[in-house]
């Protein structure tokens, strides 16, 4: 979002009848890794660059400030499976007094934000929660399967691994034979046992289905019944 949009009457009032927002002096991000980061994109350019980490432009190091344009833009970009409230960023708002400033620049906000002066001596304070979507599991196999022709039904991926960052149990999974299908002699087949939980096996046209009722079949019980699921050639 462009700051001067970030930034709207809202949020900003000035009694000068004639103001405008001309940037802000971001004084406070403490966004972590596993959060995520801020970052920032100058007016016209098609990179993004990451906001400095850890600024701290307060009182205890107020030459830490980073200068953003109001037509900059400011995104947060959540690290990878990360969802909930993000530290807050703190911005000082400069108005059209404030002298021209190149975008990156470091400020110290004591030389502008006096009374009377060219930037709020409060900071507006924003606040951004991330929200959860639904993370789609994955499977992980390194496994080829070496079968000849009417031989015992041989499993298929012996060192499949399931992950699902979101989610301990799992609904139904199915296996397929693809290329190459031969109806009649080609199939799948699955021998349960107490590993597998109450995940049952349904096998038709090349697909078998395998389903746990309520969805109760936990991470480790989809990785032995899929690790069990085995093919045959008549």
């Known amino acids: 979002v ?21 940037g ?34 307060n009182a205890a190091v107020p030459e830490a400030a980073f200068y953003l344009n109001a ?14 409230p993000v530290p807050e960023l703190h911005l000082h708002v400069a108005d059209n007094t404030h ?10 906000l004591a030389d502008f934000n006096l009374s009377g002066q060219s930037m709020t001596v409060d900071a507006v304070v924003v606040n951004l929660s991330v929200s959860s979507v639904n ?10 399967l070496v079968y000849s022709e009417n031989a015992s ?19 139904t999974a199915t296996v397929a034979i693809t290329d190459g299908f031969v109806a009649n002699q080609d199939v799948l087949s699955l021998n349960t046992d107490a590993s597998m939980g109450n995940i049952t096996g349904s096998y038709a046209d090349g697909v078998m289905t395998l389903s746990s009722a309520d969805a109760s079949a936990t991470l480790a019980q989809w990785q032995s019944a899929l690790r069990a699921v085995a093919y045959s050639n008549t």
């Open 2 to 22: 462009q700051v001067g949009q970030l930034l709207g009457s809202a949020h900003v009032q000035d009694a000068d009848a004639d103001a405008a927002i001309h």
């Open 24 to 57: 802000v002096a971001i004084s406070w991000n403490r966004a972590t890794a596993t959060q995520g980061v801020w970052q920032w994109r100058a007016d016209g350019q098609s990179t993004w660059a990451d906001l400095p980490a850890n600024t701290n432009g």
């Open 71 to 84: 037509s900059d833009a400011l995104r947060f970009v959540p690290a990878e499976h990360y969802n909930g």
């Open 99 to 108: 002298p021209a400033t190149e975008s990156g620049t470091a400020l110290n």
């Open 135 to 144: 993370d789609a599991p994955t499977l992980t196999h390194n496994t080829t």
């Open 153 to 171: 039904p041989t499993p298929v991926h012996t060192s499949i691994t399931v992950d699902d960052v979101d989610h301990a149990t799992l609904a």
